[in-house]
């Protein structure tokens, strides 16, 4: 998908003076301050920021896995801010795909089914999660590997099917933390690469980093810093 495709599409994300206030010892902590910004469907963008910077607080606010204090977030043309923790779970099931830095597989289970876990809590059925799952691993050119367990792949392999399992709901959004975080450097630039080829088929992604080389390899870059989120040029 090329970048004036992106453009032509509709705001998937809209953030306007979004804040979150966090009470630590006694000290009111701003994590995000008033932070906005728009996110086309089909894009592919980073949000960069050191520690500190209130890119967690961000990330849990856009895969609703927090809400926020004041301001409004507007996630596929509706706003989320009456929506309950049931219907914010459902959103969080079906519309977004989480990668962590830390692959967060179960070390009992086989790569294949790590990737079918999310279909079993959605209900689906025996054939139908079959299908899906060995679709999702092809993608990510896994399927040889799909009966090894995490501790008999690589971390770039171990990554791989971390995507594969946020794939397999079928999310219009994958949202990425440090996915490169505990990765070297080669392998980091296979995952890059994955992501790549995942947007060029057609799906949104946003990475959260603290790597500047990491964040210039997305179409876009967002900067966040005393929970104020500008622009890079």
């Known amino acids: 998908m090329t970048k004036s495709t992106a453009e032509a599409k509709p705001d998937m994300i809209i953030m306007r ?12 902590v701003h994590a995000l301050d008033k932070a906005s910004l728009s996110i086309r469907e089909g894009e592919f963008v ?38 309950s923790e049931r219907e914010l779970a459902r959103i969080r099931n079906k519309k977004i795909g989480f990668i962590f ?19 079993i809590y959605q209900g689906v059925g025996y054939s139908e999660r ?13 399927v040889q590997r799909k009966n090894h367990k995490p501790t008999e792949l690589s971390g770039g392999q171990q990554q791989r099917v971390a995507v594969a399992r ?12 440090e996915p490169t975080g505990n990765l070297d450097s080669k392998t980091s630039k296979e995952i890059i690469k994955l992501f790549h080829e995942l947007n060029e088929s057609g799906n949104t992604i ?12 997305a179409k876009r870059s967002l900067h966040i810093l005393d929970g104020k989120v500008t622009e890079v040029a």
């Open 17 to 28: 003076n979004i804040s979150k206030v966090y009470s630590i010892g006694g000290e009111l």
């Open 46 to 83: 980073s949000i960069i920021g050191p520690s500190g910077s209130g890119k967690s607080t961000l990330m849990n606010i856009i895969g609703c896995l927090d809400t926020a204090d004041s301001g409004e977030y507007i996630l596929d043309g509706q706003s989320i801010k009456s929506y």
């Open 101 to 119: 830095q830390s692959f967060n597989l179960l070390s009992k289970l086989t790569a294949e089914e790590n990737v079918e876990l999310p279909l």
């Open 130 to 142: 079959r299908k899906r799952v060995l679709e999702a691993l092809e993608r990510v050119e896994l």
């Open 166 to 177: 946020a794939l397999v709901t079928r999310p219009s959004l994958l949202l990425a933390d």
């Open 206 to 217: 946003v990475l959260i980093t603290h790597d500047n080389d990491v964040a210039k390899q």
